[in-house]
């Protein structure tokens, strides 16, 4: 910054020092010092903030704030300039003690972007630590202690953040000087972000102690934009916080738009696509057909029920009616077929392994036949009338391929970008179309790879792909929603949204992953100015300072929605309103929890309710369903709790009057009746001794439950995801041209999965091995899974006595040892996440296994 920046900065602070204090409201001696090494940059100090930036931070100093501000117009920087302020005055990382702050962020996949931006950007060392995945559910108090004594910043999931703080109380809001809701649009109804609010920071509010809070969003708005002002006061009620949203410059806007405004862009830098859609509908008709009958014929050869077969037929339906027969014939080769022949060949070698079972022969003959079957039913649908007028390649396909080729003409390596789709099922298929399609250049301009969220791909799996679209081994990354908010690739050069959206939130954070000054965005479903307008409306109401809830306006809220009544809710198991809590909204989750911790095993939560039913009116004949009792194990066997136990607890309190309408809105009938007597449940659980004072089970409850109750029978099934094997698309794309990929039928470049196929070596067979090979990335594999699936074909026995894992923590990583129980190897991983050295494990147990 230049000196005239330095002065206007000094005056600044200067107006406004009655404002820069610390979280316990002492005056900072170094504040001048201190503000201004922020503005002008040193060697140890990498920060440039931007006048609108430091008048965020003049905000968040003088009271609880949500910044509004376009992406790409630098939120997450603000919030590093608050953790500076509000960190650096009490002892601080040098001291090893002092102030320490949450940063809560929407998502998995953004802990560790958001966590290295603070490494990166605090003016000061801070030591930041990732808290997300699995592993959090198992940290106890001792843990929570450690993390909060050797670190001073951290990064987390609001669910891990709600279940530390609310649960179990294992954390204090009041350990905190400051607490970051990025996104903080998803703080909605029930969501786990809002409950950090409710039910762990609402108490203390009046605290001296209470943190500060900071709201970051590009929208306030997470849904339909109807009665825009009452949702922005919500917002404001529930994070008690005032919402800023400054005048941003044009060229810091992400994509370089013309507009100023918070969340929009200059409609100059959209475009609608326009494509002929002639998939007809018989062919999905035809496709359902098929799909039923593959599936059915394999529930007939083993007896075992698909699950969610509805689901699993309507999504990949869904692939041909967006892309055509050749994506759908890729999905249903690459991605249906494979799992259903993993499933056949699991359930053989289980019937092979038992004695009683006269069927296991039979199942063991029949799997050669099955996977035939399975092969020539795909490939008969080619030949079916009805199917031939499908077209390879939609029209919506082929307008986005040329669309592809249009853009990658270019001379410009650097050049990339994204593809939204709305579903997991499309990711894959269009991928490999794209790669299918442009193969025929060499080296291919167009290099596709795909992405969705936490549910669908492994954190491995996604962190591999964004790091080769960042580095330019792939050039067009395929994604779901997942990627909307936060994840940041500083020069993509385009956002294409193949598929419809339904609100602004996703016109205004998919669009802001362009962020190149040339950026532009193609929409084919949506109409662009339909999208700008919703925006501009949107900006104006984020800008109205009118509607602004004064302090005391969001106290008032906040004291009327604190309701209870003592002995009755909520439940406090230490006593006297401290510690952890048990309400209405967690205690499903506590009952849940405690059964499967107690008898060791997973479980339908349906076989705890007893269900009644009584006639309300002979006519028309009307029926209520209702729980008449819940039945939960313990050391003295099955106990229950009873509809009329329950409801003498409630008394005459109506949960009307006691329950936040905000919070219940997106709660049914049915789960607002299971909490109703889950709550009562969980209360006589903790009375009985089998819960402790953190919601957890306690020592004799887990010692002695599974001795005094029968397991819980879990009924057959299994379920078929719309994912691609691991391999495919490094097989059919990537630079690797396999066969006659590009033939005109587009089905021969399909191929068996490298996870189901085998290399034969020395006249023995072991487990097919993906290696990288000259102008070919190989795709990161779930080699966990394609292991068991090797050894499970190999030996034919039940997975218990072929495999076993044993992961401890060692310092800040992971050490698992996986051993072969037949071949008597063992094999070590090391990753910093449980799952990520049992990968590892696999992965070179795989890497020797291919040797022998």
């Known amino acids: 910054f230049g000196s005239g920046k330095k002065a206007a900065a000094i005056h600044i602070l200067q107006q406004n020092q009655q404002f820069t204090r610390t979280a316990t ?15 002008l940059p040193t060697a140890h100090s990498p920060l440039k903030p931007r006048p609108y930036q430091l008048e965020c931070l003049r905000k968040v100093q003088r009271g609880n704030t949500i910044v509004s501000l376009p992406t790409g117009g630098g939120k997450t920087l603000v919030g590093v300039l608050a953790l ?54 198992g940290w106890t108090k001792a843990m929570w202690v450690r993390c909060i004594a050797d670190n001073d910043v951290l990064v987390g999931t609001p ?90 410059p044009a060229d810091v806007i992400a994509g370089g738009s013309s507009g100023a405004a918070a969340g929009t862009a200059s409609t100059s830098r959209f475009h609608h696509v326009s494509f002929v859609y002639d998939v007809p509908a018989e062919a999905g008709e035809v ?3 098929k799909l039923a009958q593959l599936v059915s014929s394999f529930e007939a050869t083993f007896g075992m029920p698909v699950k969610e077969t509805g689901k699993l037929i309507s999504r990949t339906k869904h ?57 020539l039913a795909a490939d008969s649908l080619r030949a079916d009338a009805a199917l031939a007028r499908a077209p390879l390649v939609s029209g919506k396909g082929v307008a986005l391929l040329e669309l592809l080729k249009k853009l990658f003409s270019r001379d410009d390596a650097s050049y990339r970008g994204i593809v939204f789709v709305n579903q997991i099922a499309l990711t894959f298929p269009l991928a490999n179309l794209v790669n299918q399609h442009f193969a025929s250049i060499d080296p291919p301009s167009v290099r596709a790879g795909s992405v969705s969220g936490v549910g669908s791909m492994s954190d491995s799996d996604r962190t591999t792909e964004m790091d080769k679209f960042r580095n330019g081994a792939t050039n067009v990354l395929i994604c779901t929603n997942a990627l909307e908010e936060g994840v940041d690739v500083s020069d993509c050069a385009f956002v294409i949204r193949f598929s419809r959206f339904d609100t602004t939130k996703s016109h205004i954070q998919g669009s802001g992953r362009a962020r190149r000054s040339d950026a532009e965005v193609y929409y084919f479903d949506n109409n662009p100015d339909d999208e700008e307008a919703s925006a501009r409306l949107l900006s104006e109401v984020a800008k109205d300072a009118r509607l602004e809830l004064s302090h005391q306006e969001r106290a008032a809220r906040r004291e009327g929605a604190l309701r209870g009544v003592v002995g009755v809710y909520p439940y406090f198991p230490s006593g006297g309103g401290l510690g952890a809590e048990l309400n209405f909204f967690n205690c499903l989750q506590i009952v849940y929890e405690y059964c499967s911790k107690t008898m060791g095993q997973s479980f339908d939560p349906e076989d705890l309710f007893m269900y009644a039913t009584e006639v309300v009116c002979d006519y028309p004949r009307q029926v209520r369903r209702y729980i008449s009792q819940v039945s939960y194990p313990s050391p003295m066997g099955l106990l229950c709790v009873t509809l009329q136990e329950a409801n003498q607890h409630w008394g005459d309190v109506e949960l009307e009057d006691l329950l936040d309408p905000d919070r219940c809105k997106n709660l049914d009938a049915e789960s607002k009746m299971k909490r109703h007597i889950l709550y009562v449940v969980a209360i006589r659980m903790h009375r009985q001794g089998l819960l402790d004072a953190s919601n957890q089970p306690t020592v004799h409850a887990l010692s002695a439950t599974k001795l005094a109750c029968p397991a819980y029978t879990r009924r057959p099934g299994l379920k078929i995801k719309n994912t691609i094997a691991g391999g495919a698309l490094s097989r059919d794309a990537l630079g690797a041209r396999v066969g006659n990929a590009t033939t005109s039928s587009g089905y021969e470049g399909c191929q068996t999965p490298a996870s189901l196929a085998a290399v034969s070596t020395g006249g023995k067979t072991a487990p097919a091995v993906q290696t ?22 190999r030996w034919r026995r039940p997975a218990e006595e072929l495999l076993r894992y044993s992961t401890q923590q060692a310092g800040s990583d992971f050490v698992s040892t996986l051993e072969v129980l037949q071949l008597q190897r063992s094999f070590q991983g090391t990753a910093s996440s449980k799952r990520g050295a049992e990968q590892a494990a696999a992965q070179k147990a795989l890497l020797q296994l291919a040797q022998i």
């Open 25 to 39: 409201g002492r005056r900072s001696r170094d504040s001048i010092l201190f503000f201004e090494s922020m503005v």
């Open 84 to 137: 500076d302020h509000f960190l650096c005055d009490g002892g601080g990382p040098a001291a090893g003690h002092g102030p320490r702050a949450m940063f809560v962020v929407p998502t998995r996949v953004l802990v560790a972007q958001q966590a290295q931006y603070c490494r990166d950007r605090c003016s000061q060392k801070f030591r930041v630590v990732e808290l997300s995945g699995n592993e959090m559910e």
């Open 159 to 248: 669910e891990v953040f709600r279940r530390a703080l609310v649960d179990a109380a294992f954390l204090s809001v009041l350990d905190f000087a400051l607490i970051i809701f990025d996104e903080c649009h998803n703080a909605t109804g029930n969501s786990p972000m809002a409950a950090i609010m409710r039910d762990a920071v609402w108490p203390v509010a009046r605290n001296p102690a209470c943190p500060r809070i900071l709201g970051l969003t590009a929208i306030f708005v997470n849904g339909s934009l109807k009665n825009l002002e009452n949702k922005r006061q919500q917002l404001e009620a529930l994070l008690q916080a005032s919402l800023f949203c400054p005048e941003v």
């Open 287 to 289: 496709i359902e057909e």
């Open 319 to 375: 692939v041909l009616e967006e892309l055509g027969m050749s994506a759908f014939y890729f999905a249903l080769r690459e991605g249906i077929i494979p799992q259903l022949e993993a499933h056949a060949a699991q359930l053989a070698a289980l019937g092979m392994a038992s004695a009683a079972s006269r069927q296991a022969g039979q199942l063991n003959r029949s799997l050669p036949k099955l996977r035939t079957g399975l092969r």
């Open 772 to 793: 990288a090979q000259a102008g070919n990335t190989a795709t990161s594999s779930n080699h966990k899974g394609a292991l068991n699936e090797w050894a499970l074909g």
